[in-house]
Nanobody, 127 residues
Framework: QVRLVESGGGLAQTGDSLTLSCVVS????????IGWFRQAPGKEREFVAT????????YYARSVEGRFGITKDNAKNSVYLQMNSLKPEDSDIYFC????????????????????WGQGTQVTVSS
């Protein structure tokens, strides 16, 4: 019903910036939020940021607050994650996901609130 494709991952150095893109396709996702998660090998998926498709409300993980920015372009069916001041600990596979916004945006920080997932894009930040 909803498909998401991430792109923009790659290599970066500490302090650098990188922007990830998520193209969303499907029908009737105006009531969805589009979130970014990241996952390191052997660890659980970690919430990064999310944005409501219709209203544009945002919610960030404390670990990226002030460094990362999530934006959207409805005309392009795209959501972006601008990552600034990158740190080696930001090195993960980043996933784009879509979940139905039933309650407030601040309830969408858990991975189990998202039904549809992309395949991920690798971000590697060197020291």
């Amino acid at each position: 019903q909803v498909r998401l494709v991430e792109s923009g991952g790659g290599l970066a150095q500490t302090g650098d910036s990188l922007t990830l893109s998520c193209v969303v396709s499907g029908r009737s996702f105006n009531n969805y939020v589009i979130g970014w998660f990241r996952q390191a090998p052997g660890k659980e998926r970690e919430f990064v940021a999310t944005i409501s498709w219709s209203g544009g409300s945002t919610y960030y993980a404390r670990s990226v607050e002030g460094r990362f920015g999530i934006t959207k372009d409805n005309a392009k069916n795209s959501v972006y994650l601008q990552m600034n001041s990158l740190k080696p600990e930001d090195s993960d596979i980043y996933f784009c996901a879509a979940g139905l916004l039933i309650r407030g945006i601040m309830t969408m920080g858990l991975s189990n609130r998202y039904e549809y997932w992309g395949q991920g894009t690798q971000v590697t930040v060197s020291s």
